[in-house]
Structures are given as C-alpha cells and as structure tokens.
C-alpha cells in the first residue's frame, strides 16, 4: 500500500509555471508506475500524464504534450510534475496517483486504473 500527498499548487499567471510534487509513504514507491490526473469544476477527472516504474517511459494527454513534464525520483519516494506555459484551462485540482498498471509502459491513463491516489492540490491560472 502506498499513501500521496501533493504539494505545490497555487496561483498563478497564464503563461507561468507551477511544478507540483507528490510524495508517497511506504518503501514500495519504485513498484508502482504514477499518474496526474486533474478535475475541474463540473467535469470529470481526466489524465494528465504516467510515469513508468523506472522513469524512463512517459505519457501524456494531448492538451499538455510539450509544456507538462512528469518525473520521478524512487530514492526519494516522489514524483513530479513541471507545468509550464499555463492556461487559464489548466485550472483544476491536481492529483497524483499509483498504479501497477502499465508499470513498464506507462500507458495507464485512465482513472480506473490507479489504485492509490492523494487528497489533491489546486491549480488556478488567471488570465
């Protein structure tokens, strides 16, 4: 079993950055691939990005290829997640969760797949 919290939200400019961090209790971090997913008033929660077990695979949805980056550190028991270039869009609570789904690949990406997941930190981007 593993517990998340995440840190790191706040408030900020369209076309500024955050960089969220999710630390996770437990000494079997580096068997569980992780995810941020996000949900916004009124919508649904939805995939952001996965990370493999090792870091050396990534996804990402879409809406955040090239201004998200997710990382992890296992000697550290966290992961990671850059956001860069922010939209107004972007607003949500941020969540991290763990997953045995897609531990190689990182194609887990649906909220059905992640066993685990922290209590959420808010984003909110002003335009």
């Known amino acids: 079993q593993v517990q998340l919290v995440e840190s790191g939200g706040g408030l900020v400019q369209a076309g500024g950055s955050l960089r969220l961090s999710c630390a996770a209790s437990?000494?079997?971090?580096?068997?569980?691939?992780m995810g941020w997913f996000r949900q916004a008033p009124g919508k649904e929660r939805e995939s952001v990005a996965a990370?493999?077990?090792?870091?050396?695979?990534?996804s990402y949805v879409d809406s955040v290829k090239g201004r998200f980056i997710i990382s992890r550190d296992n000697a550290k028991n966290t992961v990671a997640l850059q956001m860069n270039s922010l939209k107004p869009e972007d607003t949500a609570v941020y969540y991290c969760?763990?997953?045995?789904?897609?531990?190689?690949?990182?194609?887990?990406?649906?909220?059905?797949?992640?066993?685990?997941w922290g209590p959420g930190t808010q984003v909110t981007v002003s335009s």
């Open positions: 969760a763990a997953t045995k789904v897609g531990l190689f690949t990182a194609q887990a990406m649906a909220v059905r797949d992640y066993d685990y």
């Open positions: 437990g000494r079997t971090f580096s068997t569980y691939a």
């Open positions: 990370i493999s077990w090792s870091g050396g695979r990534t």
